[in-house]
């Protein structure tokens, strides 16, 4: 199964997902395998690999193998230029960072990347990606304009435009590692102006924020800090996890 299909039809079943995103850069190889192989315990639905600054073509490949040697889960890249690519992944996010002062985040990356992406065969997932404040690392380094944790008005038009550029998912990011995440109200304004999925990510670490992002209307909510900076991820993300997913068991 393509895995647009498999995200389309786990949301189609009124459940929400929760994806694991892991750094190459932060950890070996084998590590990566590890933890991937405990999120998939814990109930995570795919491992998405990014958010590295200093890229290392071998070392993201072997991670990719690695975590596809310990988990049956789809393997999504994250990519944060046309160099971030990987041929043993099954697929990308091809996102467009909508808020980036540099045409290069905007679309300059895409053109660049797309040939190789087709050549790869991998799947592309059009996502509209945008960051709220304070916007961390991603931030600085995509040159946002970052969207203030009050503009409940411009996020909404934001996801609207994304949806009418013909993109399939919308992203929100307040940046990994960032002290809070996305703002709650913030998180509803938007799911009420759009009818495609909504991701949320960045700075959920508790299972408080989780629980609230998901009631708030975040159908995919993705983590990556919290598995990194704990040492046992198994019970810890399985408990953030049902905090996700049952707020759709509730509804049902």
């Not at 679309?107 to 790869?120: F, Q, R, T, Y």
């Not at 960051?131 to 690392?137: F, I, S, T, Y």
């Not at 040159?143 to 411009?154: C, G, K, N």
Request: glycine letters at 10%; aromatic letters at 6%.
């Amino acid at each position: 199964m393509r895995v647009w299909n498999y995200i389309e039809e786990k949301l189609k079943q009124n459940k929400k997902m929760h994806m694991t995103l892991l750094d190459p850069d932060k950890q070996p190889p084998e590590k990566a395998g590890e933890m991937a192989k405990a999120s998939a315990q814990a109930g995570t639905d795919a491992i998405m690999v990014g958010g590295s600054t200093g890229l290392n073509q071998a070392n993201l490949d072997s991670t990719v193998q690695r975590i596809k040697s310990s988990s049956e889960l789809p393997v999504i890249l994250f990519p944060t230029a046309a160099n971030f690519l990987c041929r043993y992944a099954d697929a990308i996010y091809f996102m467009s960072m909508l808020n980036s002062r540099n045409l290069k985040y905007v679309v300059g990356e895409h053109k660049k990347g797309a040939p190789v992406i087709k050549s790869l065969g991998l799947e592309p997932i059009s996502m509209g990606y945008i960051v709220v404040e304070p916007g961390m690392k991603v931030g600085e380094v995509g040159e946002a304009d970052l969207l203030s944790r009050d503009a409940f008005d411009d996020a909404a038009a934001y996801a609207l435009a994304a949806q009418y550029l013909g993109m399939r998912l919308v992203y929100f990011e307040a940046g990994s590692g960032a002290p809070e995440p996305v703002p709650v109200e913030m998180v509803k304004k938007i799911k009420s102006a759009i009818d495609i999925p909504l991701v949320i990510g960045g700075g959920i670490r508790t299972v408080d924020d989780a629980g609230a992002i998901a009631d708030a209307g975040a159908d995919i909510v993705v983590t990556g800090t919290i598995v990194e900076e704990t040492g046992d991820i198994q019970p810890t993300l399985s408990a953030l996890i049902t905090a996700i997913k049952g707020r759709s068991e509730n509804r049902k």
